[in-house]
């Protein structure tokens, strides 16, 4: 015997098999099957069968929603992963690729639109035709043939009448019998399958506490997500703080250095015009001597030859009375050949011209003034030596001076020991520091990426509950209501529970529902498709009376179990474990678009390198914090 799906399946099946004609037999065998049912169980039977197909109708409806949200929510998601996915390969700008995809959302919205006002308006149509054929079926059904009147009319419409009563809980009777004999072989396959019911209900039991459990597992990881987060931010600002101050430290000193090396190359260029303007002076100096020494050595020669006319003429005696008589007649008492009087006119034609040049009236007058010119001479000879020594000096004090320049460009105040090691080991902390800068942006933008992951898990798991009270609403959940949105979450999950365990072993048969998972899905590994059966999957929210009732409720919707969890433990390994554990990690779970997706393990294998890696990374910064 085929079992069928529903109470309305049943009815069909059991009016098709015991259809009887409609005017059959004489009046008084129909009166005595009717006299046999009872009223008040005709009453209950009826009561009971609508609202078996009234519930029926209802979680029908519910499921065939809830399939439908989650098949768009699927498709939303896989579209999304796709456009992302877009947008990473692509070379485009971001806002352009948002923009199309704007648009392309429009128009399937706008197509979904058409499509409905389309199947409502035809709907309506329907329902139009439907009650024109109904009230023109009631029409003519209420028309009585003319044959059947006769004289006693109101007799024949009262028996007319009476039979199709009789019809109708006839047919009611037989239904009512057929749903009997289903409830009796649902009741003998239900208790042939209690043997079973208690190790399912284990597994089930089981299921559930594993679930909780690796909800713990994710509550710390958030937990301790959140506190490095903090950690990180205040060691960001820290450094930011530490970062400015020294920025302003160096600032400082570099601007006083620049005032320093600024004033050191104005008295340098005012030392190198005065070296120019010194070096201007003794050359004119050198000039002036030159032409001195020059003029002193012709008035030498030209006394020289003045001296030995004079010797010569002093030589001869002339006679006083001659020279009295003929004061101009002297030369022409010595005889002098023609040469020497040529000479002797040359000279006195010389010494007049040095007289006239000296403006001296006598030979003595010329040559005390000569002296004097001579001493002169000689003292500017000093003093142009005094003035190259001054020159040597001053030469060595401006190259001490642009060697000191050289010295503070460098490095600063002072005199280094090592000016390119003081370079290399600021260039070397600068470096430092934007690699930790670096380090720091990164764990940040990871703790944020891990934050959102949390926040789509919440909407998601709030999304697959909605059907359930759904005057409870769940608003989309940001960063500040995250925590109130985690708490009515949990209730509504232990609520839904409790009432699954309430209702006992009123568990309904559904048909499993069709689920496209993109081909590009890299996330997480689903399990492999088992057939349907009357009892609900091992992942499912059902679990049997005390399951749930005997657990706590927290702040975050479940209690830590006492247990020890993994996650904990791993965080105190040690370091040569963390990098065995890395190296496997990355040997096994790298995956690339065209790989296996990731299964459970090795996603919680990856998350615990992840953040194993971070704790690494904060000792080192704590170490080099320390060292510094």
């Known amino acids: 015997m085929v079992r069928p799906q529903s109470a309305s399946q049943a009815v069909r099946l059991g009016v098709d098999e015991t259809r009887r004609p409609r005017r059959c037999g004489s009046t008084g065998a129909r009166h005595a ?11 209950f039977y009826s009561q009971r069968l609508k609202e078996v197909a009234a519930r029926q109708a209802t979680l029908e409806r519910e499921y065939q929603q809830r399939s439908v949200v989650n098949r768009r929510d699927i498709r939303k998601m896989h579209d999304e992963n796709i456009h992302l ?45 439907a009650e024109e054929s109904r009230r023109f079926d009631g029409v003519s059904r209420s028309a009585l043939l003319p044959e059947a009147v006769s004289g006693n009319r109101s007799v024949v419409l009262r028996i007319q009448k009476l039979e199709k009563q009789l019809d109708k809980l006839m047919s009611e009777q037989q239904c009512i019998n057929k749903i009997g004999d289903l409830y009796a072989q649902v009741l003998v396959e239900m208790k042939a399958e209690e ?85 201007q002076e003794i050359e004119a100096e050198h000039e002036r001597i030159e032409d001195a020494e020059t003029e002193r050595q012709m008035l030498l020669n030209r006394q020289k030859r003045s001296m030995n006319v004079m010797e010569r003429l002093s030589s001869v005696q002339p006679d006083p009375s001659l020279q009295k008589s003929e004061p101009n007649g002297l030369l022409h008492t010595i005889s002098w050949s023609p040469e020497d009087e040529e000479r002797i006119r040359a000279y006195e034609e010389s010494v007049r011209k040095m007289m006239r040049v000296t403006e001296s009236s006598t030979v003595d007058e010329l040559v005390t003034k000569f002296e004097v010119e001579h001493t002169a001479r000689l003292h500017l000879h000093d003093q142009v030596r005094d003035e190259k020594d001054k020159l040597e000096q001053l030469s060595g004090e401006v190259q001490h001076l642009k060697e000191l320049e050289a010295k503070e460009k460098l490095c600063g105040v002072g005199q280094p020991l090592m000016t390119s ?62 925590q109130t949105n985690l708490r009515l979450i949990g209730k509504k999950i232990l609520s839904l529970a409790d009432e699954a365990v309430g209702r006992g072993n009123e568990m309904l048969n559904m048909d499993p529902t069709l689920v496209m998972v993109p081909t590009g899905n890299t996330r997480i590994a689903l399990p492999p498709s088992r057939t349907a059966s009357p009892v609900l999957d091992d992942g499912s929210n059902i679990v ?85």
Request: proline share 2%.
């Open 33 to 43: 099957v009717f006299q046999d049912v009872s009223q008040d169980e005709w009453t």
């Open 85 to 129: 996915r877009a947008i990473r390969a692509g070379t485009t700008d971001v806002t352009a690729a948002e923009l199309e995809q704007l648009e392309l959302h429009k128009f399937v919205e706008r197509r979904r639109l058409n499509r409905l006002t389309y199947q409502l308006e035809k709907l309506d149509k329907c329902i139009k035709g």
């Open 195 to 279: 043997s079973g019911h208690e190790s399912r209900v284990t597994v089930m039991e089981n299921e559930i506490e594993t679930r909780h459990k690796q909800y713990e597992k994710l509550v710390v990881m958030y937990h301790n997500a959140v506190t490095d987060h903090q950690v990180a931010q205040t060691a960001l600002e820290d450094f930011k703080n530490k970062f400015q101050r020294m920025r302003k430290l160096k600032d400082k000193a570099l601007g006083e250095r620049r005032q320093r090396v600024e004033q050191a190359l104005k008295e340098t260029q005012e030392l190198e015009l005065w070296e120019v303007k010194l070096q």
């Open 421 to 482: 090691y003081l370079r290399d080991e600021l260039a070397a902390c600068i470096e430092e520091a934007a690699t930790k800068r670096d380090e720091a942006m990164q764990g940040n933008k990871e703790l944020q990426n891990l934050f959102a992951e949390f926040l789509r898990g919440l909407d998601v798991l709030a999304a697959a509950i909605v059907m359930y009270r759904p005057e409870v609403h769940v608003p989309p959940t940001t960063a500040e209501n995250h």
């Open 544 to 628: 049997a009376s005390g399951g749930v009732s005997e657990l706590g409720v927290s702040s975050y919707g479940i209690v830590p179990s006492t247990k020890p969890l993994d996650v904990l433990s791993s965080y105190c390994s040690s370091a040569s474990s963390d990098e065995e554990a890395a190296r496997k990690s990355d040997r096994g779970v790298a995956l690339n678009d065209n790989e296996e997706p990731l299964t459970r393990a090795q996603i919680k294998r990856l998350s615990a390198v992840v953040m194993r890696r971070e704790a690494r990374l904060r000792q080192h910064e704590k170490r080099s914090q320390g060292g510094e």
